[in-house]
Every structure is written in structure tokens, then in C-alpha cells.
């Protein structure tokens, strides 16, 4: 059954230090949201593709993924000023699809993290379908933090994209907006309204070139990787 597709694009560009949003930067042929769309028009089975935008960037946003798309679509909803907000806007415009059971799973992608492949985005969304959700997931290395710390061996940074069972995704955050409760990321609101059901969250082995760009200092070593 084919899955859906949420690339949450809401975001800033004020840790990069760029006056526009981050998603928006150019990179190699395009930009950092162009890359991130590239990758997930190429995996088969994702059917519908939501572009999760700051109000008043939809035709920045146009503009920067319509030379990618080809004859790919993409719906675009205004995101609102949460993480959390911004899910659920998406999975509301996505809604309908999940009822009629014309998607299975929802994946789950940060824009601003450009390199995924699409072999990572078949991966989560097939242990997805498998086991109820699938967060990749990368060793953290070389990592100190002010106290000249570094990581205890075995600790793991968590990545996008995210992929989940539609039903769970979508009951779980309708259980959230009745409640007045906000997650900080998707598998945490899952958590909190799955207790007990038997869903369970797998992990996807990735590595640290599937980067976020938060810094400027990433946006070069994003550029250096794919060599531009």
C-alpha cells in the first residue's frame, strides 16, 4: 500500500545565520529543500508528498522545489509555531487519505536535513509497516559538549525521516490537540498515546552524513560531501 510524505519546511535561518529560511540556502544544483525533495520523489511507494511552509514562504517555496518536481506534485499547508503545530497540520490535510485507508504509513522528514537517501526513506517506512514506527538513528562521535564531556559509548543521535503506522499517527495526535498536549517530536507523541497497545518503535541503523543543517559550518560540509 503506498505511503505519504510529510517535509516540514517551517523553520528559520537564524542559527545558520542567513536572513531567509534555512531550507531555502542554496545548495549544489538547487537548494537544501530541493535536495531533501530529490530524495523522497524517488522512493516508489510514497503516493502524497505534504510541504509543511511558514505563512507568507509559499512562493519561496514554490519557487525553490517547483525545478525538482517534474511531474511530481506536492501539497503545501502553512505550518504553525510549533514542531508539534506543524505535524498536525500536515497529517490533518492528510486526514482523509489515512481513513479511507489509501496510505498505511506516514513518514515524518526535517527538511533542513538534505542528504537522506532514498534507501533511508524505504527503509524507516518498510519497518514501519512492519512494527508500527522506525526513527533512524546514528552514533555519536567526536562529540564534547562545555564540560569537555564526550559521549557515553553506545549513545545514538536520533534523524529524520520518521515513519509510522497512518492510523496511530493520526489517532495519536487527534488524542494530543483534544488534550492540549504538545510533543517534541513525532515519536514522543506516539508515546504518550500508544502506551500499552503493543505499537513499537524501531530503530534504523543511519550514519552522521545524514546531517541537519543548523549551522553555517553545515551547510559547508554539506556542500562538501556531494562535492560542490
Known sequence: MPSALVVLAAGSGSRVGADVNKVLLPLADTTVLGLSLRAALEVEDVRRI???VRPGEQDAV???????????????????????????????????????????????????????????????IGVAREVGG?????????????????PHPGVVGVQTPQAFRAADLLGAHTAAAA??????????????????????????PSSSLNLKVTF?????TAAALLGS
Open 62 to 124: 514554490a519557487e525553490a522545489v517547483v525545478p525538482v518536481l517534474g511531474t511530481g506534485e506536492v501539497l503545501v499547508v502553512e505550518g504553525g509555531a510549533t514542531r508539534h503545530a506543524s505535524e498536525w497540520a500536515a497529517i490533518s490535510a492528510l486526514r482523509a487519505d489515512i481513513e479511507a485507508g489509501e496510505v498505511d504509513v506516514v513518514a515524518i522528514h526535517d527538511g533542513a536535513r538534505p542528504l537522506a537517501s532514498p534507501e533511508l526513506f524505504s527503509a524507516t
Open 134 to 150: 522506525a526513527i533512524p538513528v546514528a552514533p555519536l562521535t567526536g562529540v564534547a559538549n562545555r564540560a569537555g564531556l564526550r
Open 179 to 204: 488534550d492540549g498536549f504538545e510533543a517534541t517530536d513525532t515519536a514522543a507523541c506516539l508515546a504518550a498515546y500508544t502506551e500499552g497497545s503493543g505499537f513499537r518503535i524501531a530503530a534504523v
Open 216 to 220: 553555517v559550518e553545515d551547510l559547508a
Open 50 to 52: 505534504v510541504l509543511v
